[in-house]
């Protein structure tokens, strides 16, 4: 690539091989997600393969993460290390990976909702949870639960004199698809009418189908991140490399 990466380009061509029009190539490059172009005597913008290599990988990431953040990270990537920066992208496949666990689990816990109507199971002692514990499975706060508590979503036991909080199996599984349905952006008052219909069968039928489409969403942004690798991998290994000799 150090060769191909000298050859300049124009806007034009630039924009023929990123699959961006002219006028977006030229947004993106205000909004820093590609370098500043090099100038010529005349003004005419001068590119090099770099910059189609980071307005491709920037599609892929914006599909995983978000136009907001993935601009957000290309900005910060042209001041990291190499390390830093393969780092970051390594971490949004552990975000995405973390992501499509959390929306299997839910899967799972409506699942034993609707074993309960036909098997009836009793909850032991050692299948509970603390407030911290179930915090930290979900990767939320401790407010988040004692808010969810408050709108009625998630129901803990409360035990001791200190009321300290105790979620056994229902509470557990009810928080899980909480956190699922939150994390696809349902607000607190759907939130809300999905857990209150979840002992009925259309209500099971509908939280399933909500749960599917969150994993299909997920799949979706996986693909997309790994469509971009190739070109992620250029944008990375271009942080280290010295700058163009003029």
């Known amino acids: 690539m150090s060769g191909s990466r000298r050859v300049p380009l124009r806007t034009v061509d630039v924009a023929r091989e990123s699959g961006y029009s002219v006028q977006q190539v030229r947004d993106l490059e205000r909004l820093g997600v590609i370098p500043p172009a090099e100038r010529s005597s005349n003004g005419y913008r001068s590119y090099t393969s770099v910059h189609v290599h980071a307005l491709r990988a920037y599609r892929g990431l914006a599909g995983a993460v978000g136009p907001v953040v993935a601009r957000q990270m290309f900005a910060e990537l042209r001041t990291q290390t190499m390390a830093a920066a393969a780092s970051a992208i390594s971490a949004v496949h552990v975000r995405l990976a973390r992501e499509r666990d959390d929306a299997l689990r839910a899967q799972q816990a409506l699942r034993a909702i609707q074993d309960e109507s036909h098997s009836p199971e009793f909850e ?123």
């Open 124 to 246: 032991q002692e050692s299948d509970a949870m603390t407030i911290t514990q179930l915090a930290a499975a979900l990767d939320v706060r401790s407010s988040t639960l004692r808010f969810w508590e408050q709108e009625g979503l998630v129901i803990p036991e409360r035990v001791t004199s200190l009321r300290a909080r105790r979620y056994g199996l229902s509470a557990i599984r009810a928080a899980r698809i909480v956190a699922a349905l939150r994390g696809t952006g349902y607000g607190i008052p759907a939130v809300r009418d999905i857990m209150g219909s979840l002992r009925q069968l259309e209500g099971q039928g509908e939280t399933q189908r909500i749960l599917q489409q969150r994993l299909d969403e997920i799949a979706m942004r996986t693909v997309a991140l790994l469509t971009a690798g190739a070109d992620l991998a250029a944008v990375v290994t271009s942080v280290q490399e010295p700058p163009i000799a003029r």
